[in-house]
């Protein structure tokens, strides 16, 4: 089904890709959940396959600098995604300051009459209040919220979220534990950067530099706060060589471990254990980018809902470019350092 | 409680029995990054019983804490300590991780909760919600200023525990990088992240304890006391977890007489032989987190820069 959009060429949707995956939508039909830093990026997501994307609002999403759309680019995303019969959900993940909660509301309020399909937030008090004010609107608890295990699950549950995002190295027999009690999606980011401070717990960036607001967005953010940046200055402080001491003696010259996970090989485990929404990462992704990307994972998606089993080893589709380490871990990642 | 609480962390009964505890009030018991920390109360319970009893019995009050960001397989672990703590008598219990605030909330209704500085508590919206959930004090995160953290404690009428010394939890994560240094150096886990260990570039520099880092300067808020005691707060909490016996014992006589002194309506004027005993007990310099709304490293006050930076 080809249909034209206003400033676009024809589309084609994926023949493959989920349709109507919403609330309540049984687990075989698992969300392929693609970033988009523009509006380029999103037609292309949706293209490859993607079912929905995630974008930012201006002055509103972590991140800025990676591609935030303004409010005309954003009613042009949900056209676009609403004529392939696809959605679109805003990162609103900034922890809004109190005085400008009424604001963010009225706005999202606004984007949920535009069809905006879910908000992703970070703020459990500001969760809560999109919940009672906005009962229509689907809300996902961001990575940001560094949900881990069941019981933040039922947490965000308890507050009314429609999904808690998890981190891709939380393993499928965790998610599959997860499901057994708890009712809320679980949407896993399957294909992330894992950095060593877990999402949401690092102020490290702060610590060493709190920039002042950046100028030319319409509330103040902070510089160098991950969570109420807002414009992508975290400075990558953690990607930087340090010296580590001993005794104050240079022992040695290190890089925090930080490695990229993409879990495409293995994904049939993931759906298996109940995943409801594939999320990539990744906002500042050129389209080409993302478009490789979401190809690979809604084949793989859709291998296994033909009942295919894809090999790790041998599956191409797991594309060393977009699976390459960024950092060698050699010990302990996980069992013994945990 | 008096007209204040100064309480600290122990992460072991070794360290507790080596510590002289008698200018404390509380004590938290336990390790919140790591599982095979040397002995943590967390995983040993034995000893987190006999620790409860032993600071209970000096008349201080014996909190338990729990780890910073638990995933499925630690939970029954931290369930069980916190059975332990429940019948141990522990006067409260400390969490970072929101499932385990609606555990302690469901599974021990009578036990008080102390939000910690991980569950990232920015707003008065969240510390109504961590309320609703059986909170009855909370540790802002370490990112808020002063004037946020007021905001908050009057919206929510919830008191605020600052941590007033010490070195400030910057992030935790899944892996311990020290563990790739047990093939290079003589010191093994689960003893490694105790050793005298800063990441340093140029001007900057953190603490790293291997799942944790830490702020590499001590937040010291000893000349700003009287401002705290004047804007309301009354728990204090000086963050020792990786430190000495000494460094607990004499930061907290400092902080102790401090108190004593703002809490008589002092001017806060500190003996300079104290900032003497801060300095011989701080490896980088001294900082005041985040309080003032700067980079948390920055030090504002009148002490004298080569005071502050060691």
């Known amino acids: 089904m080809e249909r034209a959009i206003p400033g676009y060429g024809p589309l084609q949707a994926s023949p493959l890709s989920a349709k109507g995956c919403s609330i309540g939508v049984p687990k075989e039909c698992a969300m392929l959940l693609a970033p988009a830093g523009n509006l380029e990026v999103a037609k292309q997501a949706f293209q490859a396959g993607a079912d929905a994307v995630y974008v930012g609002l201006r002055g509103w999403s972590r991140g800025g600098a990676r591609g935030e759309f303004d409010r005309k680019q954003l009613r042009l995303c949900i056209e676009l995604a609403h004529a392939l019969g696809k959605k679109v959900q805003l990162a609103a993940n900034i922890i809004p300051k109190p005085q400008e909660r009424q604001k963010l509301l009225r706005q999202l309020a606004e984007l949920a009459d535009w069809g905006l399909h879910a908000v992703i937030l970070n703020d459990v008090g500001f969760l809560r209040e999109v919940r009672r004010k906005l009962p229509g609107l689907a809300i996902t608890a961001s990575i940001g919220c560094g949900a881990l295990n069941t019981g933040d699950a039922l947490f965000y549950q308890d507050l009314g979220a429609t999904a808690v995002v998890l981190p891709g190295y939380v393993e499928p027999q965790e998610i599959a534990a997860v499901k057994a009690e708890a009712s809320i999606q679980i949407e896993v980011m399957l294909h992330m950067v894992q950095e060593f401070i877990q999402l949401g717990k690092c102020w490290m960036p702060s610590y060493l530099n709190f920039a002042a607001a950046e100028r030319g967005y319409p509330s103040p953010r902070l510089g160098g706060s991950v969570k109420r940046g807002g414009v992508g200055s975290c400075f990558r402080i953690c990607q930087q060589p340090w010296s580590l001491l001993k005794d104050g003696v240079e022992a040695d010259q290190r890089l925090f471990p930080s490695r990229q996970i993409s879990q495409v090989a293995g994904l049939a485990a993931f759906l298996d254990a109940g995943v409801d929404v594939i999320k990539i990462q990744g906002r500042s992704l050129p389209a080409e980018m993302v478009s490789a990307i979401i190809r690979m994972y809604r084949s793989a998606a859709d291998d296994w809902k033909r009942g295919q089993k894809a090999d790790p080893k041998t599956d191409p589709k797991a594309d060393k470019k977009t699976n390459g380490n960024r950092a060698v871990l050699p010990v302990m990642w996980t069992v013994q350092g945990r | ?310």
């Open chain 2, 1 to 310: 409680m008096g007209p204040f609480e100064l309480n600290t962390t122990i992460s072991n009964l070794r360290n507790l029995r080596e510590s002289d505890l008698s200018a404390y009030d509380a004590v938290y018991l336990g390790n919140i990054y790591c599982r095979i920390f040397e002995d943590n109360f967390l995983e040993c319970l034995d000893d987190l019983k006999e620790g409860i009893a032993r600071v209970k019995g000096q008349g201080l009050r014996a909190y338990v804490t729990s780890y910073a960001a638990p995933r499925n397989d630690v939970l029954p672990k931290v369930q069980k300590a916190l059975e332990t703590a429940a019948a141990a008598g522990a006067d409260a219990v400390e969490v970072h991780n929101l499932g385990v605030l609606r555990m302690v909330h469901e599974q021990f209704p009578g036990m008080p909760a102390h939000v910690g500085g991980f569950a990232n508590v920015y707003t008065d919206a969240g510390a109504e919600v961590l309320k609703e959930y059986g909170a009855v004090r909370f540790t802002p995160n370490y990112e808020i200023s002063l004037d946020e953290v007021g905001a908050i404690t009057s919206g929510v009428g919830m008191p605020a525990e600052l941590v007033v010394h010490g070195k400030m939890p910057l992030g935790v994560s899944d892996y311990c990088f020290l563990l790739e240094y047990e093939q290079k150096w003589p010191e093994k886990c689960p003893t490694l992240c105790q050793k005298n260990l800063f990441l340093k570039q140029g001007d900057w520099a953190m603490r790293s304890v291997g799942k944790g880092v830490l702020s590499g300067k001590d937040v010291c808020m000893l000349e700003h006391l009287p401002a705290l005691i004047a804007a309301g707060h009354n728990v204090f909490r000086i963050e020792a977890a990786y430190e000495t016996p000494a460094y607990r014992l004499n930061i907290a006589q400092i902080y102790r007489a401090a108190l004593e002194q703002a809490a008589a309506g002092g001017d806060g004027t500190v003996d300079e032989s104290a900032w003497n005993t801060i300095r011989e007990h701080t490896a980088i310099g001294l900082c005041n987190g985040f309080y003032f709304g700067r980079t948390g490293a920055e030090y504002v006050g009148k002490r004298m820069q080569s005071v502050v930076a060691c």
